[in-house]
């Protein structure tokens, strides 16, 4: 057995959604997409069509359960590439590819390698990634996205197509579009990486210490000096330096030199003279 619980099959058609148990063909239910939301395989309104498929698996998808998504041919472009056909293969798939008419990042394609050829199955993947969104929002596994015609039911579901899923491990592995998916995402990581150019972590951490202990002691150095050139100037300015003489006054006035002869005289009183009267 494929499963180790009981699978839920969303048999995605053209604007509609028809749910299966896998007891039987009885559908469980069934939702019907309006032409506003989905036309010529591509969604106009991704909010509608999200919430017109969570009502429906919140309602019968529980916790932990596994489902399975089969496309329906009629959402599905396709071509078998002859084992006969001389022409370079790439040549015929990309030829193939760009008959395809959605955006080229929205298609998702398998190549799987048949008794009559390399057949080659093209789709939107807009058409069931809001699905598989809405599923694990409930706790539920998406487990295969599977174009339904490798299991004999590209046109009608049979009890026929889900046994033959059951026992057929390898071609799910194979067609499941999810793993191709997860190839192509895990190779754009590659080639990212080989694009950018790796920087080793162990190497370049010490180089950036080595860099900073340098410029810390540049810095230091200049601090260092800094200190010192300004004690230099204020020692030599202030402290070593001699005080100027004060400036003579220009206008001083000298006090007069009084000879000795000159206090003398000075000092001595004047004798009155006595007059002599006439008779």
Do not use: W
């Not at 309104?45 to 998504?69: A, P, R, Y």
């Not at 972590?201 to 180089?207: V, Y």
């Not at 003489?245 to 206008?251: D, G, I, L, R």
């Amino acid at each position: 057995m494929l499963f180790s619980k009981p699978s839920l099959y969303f048999y995605r058609k053209r604007n509609s959604l028809v749910i299966y148990d896998g007891k039987n063909t009885d559908s469980v239910a069934t939702i019907e997409i309006p032409k506003d939301v989905e036309k010529n395989e591509e969604i106009l309104n991704l909010s509608k069509f999200q919430n017109l498929v969570s009502d429906q698996v919140k309602s019968l998808v529980t916790k932990g359960q596994k489902v399975i998504i089969l496309l329906a041919d009629e959402v599905i472009f396709q071509k078998t590439i002859p084992s006969t056909d001389s022409r370079p293969q790439d040549q015929q798939i990309q030829s193939f590819l760009e008959d395809v008419p959605f955006d080229p990042g929205k298609i998702a394609q398998i190549q799987l390698a048949t008794q009559d050829g390399l057949l080659l199955a093209a789709t939107n993947r807009d058409l069931y990634e809001p699905i598989v969104g809405c599923i694990d929002q409930v706790g539920a596994e998406t487990s295969a996205v599977l174009p339904a015609q490798l299991f004999g039911g590209g046109e009608a579901v049979s009890q026929e197509l889900f046994e033959n899923i059951k026992k057929s491990s390898q071609l799910v592995k194979k067609g499941n579009l999810l793993n191709l998916q997860a190839k192509e995402e895990k190779a754009q990581v590659k080639s990212q990486e080989k694009a950018e150019p790796k920087v080793d972590i162990k190497k370049e951490a010490p180089a950036n210490n080595q860099k900073q202990t340098k410029l810390l002691i540049a810095a230091i150095a200049l601090i260092v000096i800094g200190i010192v050139a300004i004690a230099y100037y204020v020692t030599t300015q202030f402290v070593f330096k001699k005080p100027k003489p004060a400036p003579a006054a220009e206008n001083q006035t000298q006090a007069p030199v009084i000879s000795n002869q000159e206090s003398t005289e000075t000092a001595q009183p004047s004798t009155p003279q006595e007059s002599t009267a006439s008779p």
